[in-house]
């Protein structure tokens, strides 16, 4: 047996330093003259569920949920779906646009933020409580018979219509 086993918290060790406290930051999107109650769609079924147990009544728990690969919004705007979807350990979206749309109608306002801009390559790039977060810029396409064909196109800063002095961004192709 040893003559000594150094324990936790035993010897001459300098203490850790204390975390600093982690500043939070809430962004939020919203769609600008969207419609406000769009027909929401689970598509590609994942295998599992999930439950959701918030709170102590049982009668406000949501057991055995389904989970999906993919959540469609239908007619955000019209001829516009918007569509959540997982890659890489992100949550991405996508904008179709049906033949005849107005891909024009597509108007996001950002909350939370102290700053937007766009840089050289047309990302957009939101300044929030000392970092940014970038949104890439829209790979925009039109897909004939498999085949992608690019449409020139991206985000458009502009000054919101209301008295709220962050810009909306509108993305048109």
Do not use: C
Request: glycine letters at 10%; a negative charge; zero cysteines.
């Amino acid at each position: 047996a040893p003559a000594h086993a150094l324990m936790p918290n035993e010897g001459s060790r300098k203490p850790e330093p204390r975390a600093q406290p982690v500043e939070h930051t809430v962004l939020r999107m919203r769609l600008v003259g969207a419609n406000p109650h769009p027909r929401v769609e689970g598509r590609e079924e994942l295998p599992g569920t999930v439950n959701y147990l918030l709170g102590n009544d049982p009668t406000q728990w949501h057991p055995n949920l389904p989970t999906y690969a993919q959540v469609h919004y239908q007619d955000v705007y019209p001829g516009v779906e918007l569509v959540y979807y997982g890659a890489q350990r992100h949550l991405e979206y996508d904008f179709l646009v049906a033949p005849g749309a107005d891909p024009a109608s597509i108007t996001l306002a950002f909350e939370g933020t102290d700053h937007v801009r766009l840089d050289a390559q047309g990302d957009l790039l939101l300044a929030a409580g000392g970092a940014e977060v970038r949104l890439l810029k829209p790979r925009i396409y039109q897909e004939l018979d498999g085949i992608k064909h690019p449409i020139p196109g991206g985000y458009v800063l502009r000054e919101p219509e209301t008295r709220n002095p962050k810009p909306e961004t509108q993305t048109v192709g």
